[in-house]
């Protein structure tokens, strides 16, 4: 079955630098969701999209920005980056929002190093 | 204040014994979803089980088992007859918002099982 595809799977900054990061979620899920996991942290919530549209906002830092094409992709944009944008970011997807158990279906993950 | 709370850092198990991982909550919402997901050494998240606010029954999904308890605000993760697989780190998580689509993790536990 088809999974979620995050490109690149490892990106290599300096400071100040840019960096997009691509997901693309598992067909016909409508909810795009991104985190961030800093070394040994729990994941952090950025953001969410539904039907293209941004439907929630978490710990986004406002260098971050994101959004969600016509084809369902996701693009998360970061501009200016620190050492402390270093980390593992993961895309999720799922079928439906809302408070069911609209499980999340997990990337392999981006892991994004600034030196 | 939407917050998970995991107070096991590290946890030893007997291969083939049971073993609980504590999970406490804190949300004003008054519907929300409860995740545990498994992240093995290779850095993928794993669903495991989902508990929602309003379901009566605790939730089972083969060996894992979540033992909810509203009014406590837990949603503890009960793994049965542990194997040598199951060694990962757990992270215990929430889902709410009006839309359903802003999720907080805990910190995580990492379970060793011990052969």
């Known amino acids: 079955a088809a999974g979620v595809i995050q490109s690149p799977r490892h990106l290599i900054k300096e400071k100040r630098e840019t960096a997009t990061l691509k997901c693309y979620p598992i067909p016909r899920h409508d909810t795009v969701y991104w985190y961030q996991q800093g070394p040994g942290q729990d994941p952090q919530f950025l953001i969410s999209f539904y039907e293209k549209m941004q439907s929630d906002k978490g710990s986004i830092p406002d260098r971050f920005s994101a959004q969600q094409f016509s084809d369902y992709h996701s693009e998360l944009n970061m501009s200016s980056l620190e050492l402390g944008d270093s980390a593992l970011y993961f895309c999720?997807?799922?079928?439906?929002?809302?408070?069911?158990?609209?499980?999340?279906?997990f990337g392999p993950g981006t892991r994004l190093t600034v030196t | 204040a939407q917050k998970i709370t995991q107070t096991q850092p590290g946890m030893f198990v007997q291969e083939k014994e049971a073993v609980t991982l504590d999970c406490t909550y804190d949300?004003?919402?008054?519907?929300?979803?409860l995740f545990w997901y498994k992240q093995p050494s290779s850095g993928e998240m794993i669903f495991l089980i989902y508990?929602?606010?309003?379901?009566?029954q605790n939730a089972t999904e083969g060996r894992y088992s979540l033992n909810f308890q509203k009014a406590r605000k837990s949603a503890n993760l009960v793994i049965s007859a542990s194997q040598l697989g199951d060694s990962a780190m757990y992270f215990c998580a929430m889902r709410v918002g009006a839309l359903g689509n802003q999720f907080y993790f805990g910190t995580g536990t990492s379970l060793t099982v011990i052969p």
């Open positions: 999720a997807s799922s079928l439906g929002r809302g408070l069911g158990p609209y499980e999340q279906y």
């Open positions: 949300t004003s919402d008054q519907s929300y979803g």
């Open positions: 508990q929602g606010s309003y379901d009566e």
